[in-house]
């Protein structure tokens, strides 16, 4: 089955290392992008049990007349076919609805603020609402184009971070590279993580592809991202230790995302591993 | 050990019961907002009743479409819209899926038009705002799509009944109207939230009805003549629908930022109504004097206030003002039926027809049962909200007249009209919701055994013995791309002749001109090409690659227990 990733292009620099972002995630993947050029600077995305409007800032809109062009340019560079997203639905005229059946998506940091504010450590809230109820992983890329070497996992334990560990697996199989795992040691010792490893039955995939399992046994978790390479693809789980934990000890994902620049892969809560 | 209320089993069961205990909260809900609405229209009107008499009063209608405007596309966000319609979309294609921000955006930017001078009604806005609550209550609680359509109609149940403290309109509208569909799952919490709802409205308006009036001592003659009344009624409703779409076409023409179209339509609105103030606002006021009998005589004139009505409703709502056709309905009606009391007592003076309060009652069931195309509606509307039982018989001939009169000229209803075009209207049970909740992914069948063009026929059918299938697709073996298809119908002579074993190549014998579909295509569109092609079954191709097969067998297998899930039949 084609698989595909969702991108929403800015008719802009930094929409273009963007969208390049994409590309080489698709191509090291080997799934297509689809490509949205929007019409207007909100739409509706329809989830399961939930509906996120997105607002784009005004930057979406940039010179509406060479957008297909810049984009096809990027794709057709890597000789993928363009295949560009026109909605069929709308809510209101200026309301379309964009469906939420692909494998991937891709968010810049902040699709609903301005992009001065991109690459300041800032996930936008709507950003926050698809990671919440999206059932595919959602690929938020570092500021510039940045090819990536490996895949880095953080592994916290919880059923997200299970998840993420699967989502890791499955791309250290497809692309080819080596898989690290960074764990910070909570209140557990080390063993009870390689436990929950075992329990899910991922020992044997993980083995497969594992390099380094690090624990962070002492310091503060922000700093010992400084362990994590420059240029690998990190994936997280993200809001898996509750909603009431989340909100008064803060999100893992909001803590990384905001001292690390590298290419974020994040699964939800309602994410749920395809094959 | 509970996380989020979303992973409580309890809620995610079909339990009754715990639907009623939700329809009591929605409706208690849908009743403070339009307690809410209610009391803001009160105010605003109160507010600035003291400034109409100055020159640039014309103006307030404009300034208030234009902060409505503004408010709705820079505050929250928001596309603008009648409401009613976006609730049925969003129960037709998404299972009653609704913003949280529409439960308060509709209220305050109605208020500010209506308020303001406008000529809009507030039950719109009302209804979206219960359905946005009912929805978003289900959406905390992780109920499933059916429980959410439900309470996405207790939203509308609640808020119609507290507007107008009537319990069985409310109900009735939520169902004929907003859901489409009857059944005992929908009935019982929507019956429950509208008695919430109206219970709530009389706690704290008091236990009023809107429109009070003096006994009618209807004869034979006047139910004859409501078939009159009714063609008049169902004209009314064609022309209301049609000048809003035109001027609304019109003002999309008006290349000006949204908030300036509002402020322009709403201007002229308030030009109009300086002359004739009757058509301004949601028009109640207007609407008790016509049934208490003491608006100011002359044919003329009133017709002149109808046609007039209608235009300024549809510049207020056609040019970016926010708000519904529900009161604007009411007001040309109970016009539509004085115009038509005094036509027929002009022409036949000698003849004793009841009083034309009565008959404002009768047009104003018959428009909004010819816009709504909902005649249960406009039916027990009037009963409830005029408290008279008597005006029964020609209630019923009015209705059943001028919703069959409006259906036979505009097929669909004023709140469908669009969506029906756009072929978003998914009413439960019918061909095309089934077809559009049913995906070509989950009914590819991928079995399929791919062979390449190099393949001699020997080869070829050492793969059919092991296959069960009579398709085998044709990909390159270098890129994996798709090339034709194979079929054991069209090759069997080759099959039996030993001497082509070994001569001819797959490449040979595929059909590369085979129609095919695309994961991404409408099934609907799907189906009607293999009905043209006299297809059984097509392989679906995307990205250059083949996916496996769609067949009929398979379709129809699905579309029978999807229609039995939706329809609650087995």
């Known amino acids: 089955m084609a698989q595909k990733l969702f991108h929403i292009f800015r008719n802009t620099p930094l929409g273009r290392e963007t969208l390049l972002q994409s590309i080489y995630f698709c191509q090291k993947m080997g799934v297509l992008p689809t490509v949205y050029i929007p019409e207007s600077t909100k739409f509706l995305m329809y989830f399961e049990n939930d509906v996120v409007q997105v607002d784009l800032d005004p930057s979406y809109l940039t010179d509406p007349k060479t957008a297909i062009a810049h984009a096809s340019d990027l794709l057709e560079a890597v000789k993928i076919r363009p295949e560009f997203f026109t909605p069929k639905n709308y809510t209101a005229s200026t309301l379309p609805d964009i469906p939420t059946s692909f494998e991937f998506m891709c968010c810049p940091r902040s699709i609903s603020d301005l992009s001065s504010k991109i690459g300041l450590g800032y996930i936008g809230p709507r950003v926050r609402r698809i990671i919440q109820s999206a059932r595919f992983p959602v690929l938020i890329t570092s500021p510039v184009y940045k090819p990536w070497q490996s895949v880095a996992v953080f592994f916290g334990g919880s059923t997200n971070a299970v998840n993420a560990l699967r989502l890791g697996i499955r791309i250290a199989n497809r692309t080819g590279l080596g898989l690290n795992l960074y764990t910070q040691v909570g209140k557990q010792p080390a063993d009870a993580y390689r436990r929950i490893v075992r329990k899910e039955d991922l020992s044997v995939p993980l083995n497969n592809v594992l390099g380094d399992w690090t624990f962070f046994e002492k310091g503060r978790f922000e700093d010992n991202l400084f362990s994590v390479p420059h240029d690998a693809l990190v994936v997280l789980g993200a809001y898996g230790h509750g909603i009431i934990r989340d909100i008064m000890f803060g999100s893992m994902m909001e803590k990384i995302q905001s001292t690390i620049s590298n290419n974020l892969l994040i699964a939800g809560p309602k994410y749920t591993v395809a094959g | 050990?509970?996380?989020?209320?979303?992973?409580?089993?309890?809620?995610?069961?079909?339990?009754?019961?715990?639907?009623?205990?939700?329809?009591?909260?929605?409706?208690?809900?849908?009743?403070?907002?339009?307690?809410?609405?209610?009391?803001?229209?009160?105010?605003?009107?109160?507010?600035?009743?003291?400034?109409?008499?100055?020159?640039?009063?014309?103006?307030?209608?404009?300034?208030?479409?234009?902060?409505?405007?503004?408010?709705?596309?820079?505050?929250?966000?928001?596309?603008?819209?009648?409401?009613?319609?976006?609730?049925?979309?969003?129960?037709?294609?998404?299972?009653?899926?609704?913003?949280?921000?529409?439960?308060?955006?509709?209220?305050?930017?109605?208020?500010?038009?209506?308020?303001?001078?406008?000529?809009?009604?507030?039950?719109?806005?009302?209804?979206?705002?219960?359905?946005?609550?009912?929805?978003?209550?289900?959406?905390?609680?992780?109920?499933?799509?059916?429980?959410?359509?439900?309470?996405?109609?207790?939203?509308?149940?609640?808020?119609?009944?507290?507007?107008?403290?009537?319990?069985?309109?409310?109900?009735?509208?939520?169902?004929?109207?907003?859901?489409?569909?009857?059944?005992?799952?929908?009935?019982?919490?929507?019956?429950?939230?509208?008695?919430?709802?109206?219970?709530?409205?009389?706690?704290?308006?008091?236990?009023?009805?809107?429109?009070?009036?003096?006994?009618?001592?209807?004869?034979?003659?006047?139910?004859?003549?409501?078939?009159?009344?009714?063609?008049?009624?169902?004209?009314?409703?064609?022309?209301?629908?049609?000048?809003?779409?035109?001027?609304?076409?019109?003002?999309?023409?008006?290349?000006?930022?949204?908030?300036?179209?509002?402020?322009?339509?709403?201007?002229?609105?308030?030009?109009?109504?300086?002359?004739?103030?009757?058509?301004?606002?949601?028009?109640?006021?207007?609407?008790?004097?016509?049934?208490?009998?003491?608006?100011?005589?002359?044919?003329?004139?009133?017709?002149?206030?109808?046609?007039?009505?209608?235009?300024?409703?549809?510049?207020?709502?056609?040019?970016?003002?926010?708000?519904?056709?529900?009161?604007?309905?009411?007001?040309?009606?109970?016009?539509?039926?004085?115009?038509?009391?005094?036509?027929?007592?002009?022409?036949?003076?000698?003849?004793?027809?009841?009083?034309?309060?009565?008959?404002?009652l009768l047009g104003m069931a018959g428009l909004i049962s010819g816009i709504l195309q909902a005649p249960l509606t406009g039916i027990f509307l009037i009963i409830e909200i005029t408290g008279g039982y008597e005006v029964i018989l020609p209630l019923i001939v009015v209705s059943a007249i001028a919703t069959t009169l409006c259906h036979y000229i505009e097929p669909a209803s004023f709140y469908l009209k669009d969506l029906v075009e756009q072929g978003q209207l998914l009413r439960p049970g019918t061909d095309a919701r089934v077809l559009t909740d049913l995906s070509i992914e989950e009914l590819l069948e991928t079995d399929c055994i791919s062979v390449h063009p190099d393949m001699r026929l020997a080869e070829f059918i050492d793969i059919v013995k092991a296959s069960h299938r009579n398709y085998f697709p044709v990909e390159d073996r270098r890129n994996g791309r798709f090339l034709g298809m194979i079929q054991l119908d069209d090759i069997r002579p080759y099959l039996f002749d030993s001497a082509m074993h070994h001569a001819v190549l797959t490449g040979q014998l595929m059909n590369t001109r085979i129609k095919t579909a695309s994961l991404y295509d409408d099934l609907a569109d799907v189906l009607q090409k293999m009905d043209d092609g006299r297809f059984f079954s097509m392989p679906v191709v995307s990205d250059g690659r083949f996916q496996g097969m769609i067949s009929k067998a398979t379709l129809l297998d699905r579309y029978r227990k999807e229609l039995m899930v939706q329809t609650g039949r087995t």
Request: hydrophobic letters at 50%.
């Open chain 2, 1 to 360: 050990m509970l996380k989020y209320p979303g992973n409580w089993s309890l809620f995610r069961s079909d339990d009754r019961l715990l639907l009623i205990v939700f329809a009591v909260i929605v409706g208690i809900c849908s009743g403070i907002a339009a307690l809410l609405l209610n009391r803001g229209l009160e105010s605003m009107l109160e507010w600035l009743h003291h400034y109409r008499i100055y020159w640039w009063a014309v103006f307030l209608p404009g300034v208030g479409a234009a902060l409505s405007s503004l408010f709705l596309d820079k505050i929250v966000n928001e596309g603008a819209g009648h409401g009613v319609p976006e609730v049925i979309y969003a129960v037709s294609r998404y299972g009653g899926l609704l913003r949280l921000r529409s439960s308060f955006s509709r209220l305050i930017s109605s208020c500010l038009t209506i308020g303001s001078g406008g000529s809009a009604g507030p039950e719109a806005p009302v209804v979206m705002s219960g359905a946005a609550i009912g929805s978003n209550i289900a959406q905390a609680f992780s109920l499933n799509d059916r429980q959410r359509v439900a309470l996405v109609g207790c939203g509308a149940a609640g808020a119609i009944a507290a507007i107008f403290n009537a319990p069985i309109s409310g109900m009735v509208f939520a169902v004929e109207v907003v859901l489409g569909e009857w059944s005992t799952m929908n009935i019982i919490p929507i019956a429950i939230a509208a008695v919430a709802g109206t219970e709530i409205s009389r706690m704290l308006k008091g236990n009023q009805i809107v429109f009070a009036h003096r006994d009618f001592n209807i004869q034979f003659n006047d139910i004859l003549a409501c078939v009159g009344l009714a063609i008049f009624c169902a004209v009314a409703s064609i022309l209301l629908t049609r000048v809003l779409r035109t001027l609304h076409h019109a003002s999309t023409h008006v290349s000006v930022p949204v908030w300036v179209r509002a402020f322009m339509g709403g201007s002229m609105v308030g030009c109009i109504g300086y002359f004739l103030p009757y058509v301004l606002g949601e028009g109640y006021h207007s609407i008790r004097s016509a049934i208490e009998g003491g608006f100011p005589a002359g044919l003329l004139l009133v017709t002149g206030i109808t046609l007039v009505k209608i235009v300024v409703t549809s510049l207020t709502l056609g040019w970016g003002g926010s708000g519904g056709i529900f009161a604007p309905c009411l007001v040309i009606g109970a016009f539509v039926g004085l115009s038509f009391h005094r036509l027929i007592a002009t022409i036949w003076p000698s003849v004793l027809w009841v009083n034309e309060g009565c008959f404002a």
